[in-house]
């Protein structure tokens, strides 16, 4: 049954399960680098909502986007701490919450499947509402 931990030593491991650590390391980097990314945008947007901090409802939307980037970084930092803490021999099969993501290459790094970083990475249209 997909997303069950199972214990296995290393003359049982089975390839098609990954160490419930490296998983963590995996879900860690996201969250890592989705904080950095919400950092980033918190500064490139900080001179529009410097003039728009006279708009409640916008200086509450700069709150939460603050909220998110110490959030992230709140839990990478968690999972830092924790993923020592993980017995080496749990291992877990993560396709089939894998699966349930859209996005592919994020899919593929939760699943342990190696993804070639691309330098000019495309993140896609932009949609405006």
């Known amino acids: 049954m997909g997303g069950e931990v199972v214990s296995a030593d290393a003359a049982t491991h ?3 399960k990954m160490r419930v650590a490296d998983l963590m390391l995996a ?3 996201e969250l890592l680098d989705l904080g950095r990314l919400a950092e980033r945008a918190q500064t490139t947007l900080s001179s529009v909502l410097a003039h728009a901090a006279l708009d409640p409802k916008c ?5 939460v986007l603050d909220l998110l980037t110490q959030r992230l970084f709140g839990m990478s930092g ?13 291992e877990v099969d993560a396709d089939e919450a894998a699966s349930s993501v859209s996005l592919g290459d994020l899919a593929d790094r939760l699943s342990g499947v190696a993804v070639i970083a691309d330098a000019a990475q495309d993140f896609g249209e932009l949609e405006l509402f």
């Open 27 to 29: 879900v860690e980097a």
């Open 59 to 63: 200086h509450h939307d700069a709150q």
């Open 14 to 16: 089975d390839p098609q």
């Open 78 to 90: 968690f999972l830092t701490i924790l993923n020592p803490l993980i017995p080496t021999v749990w």
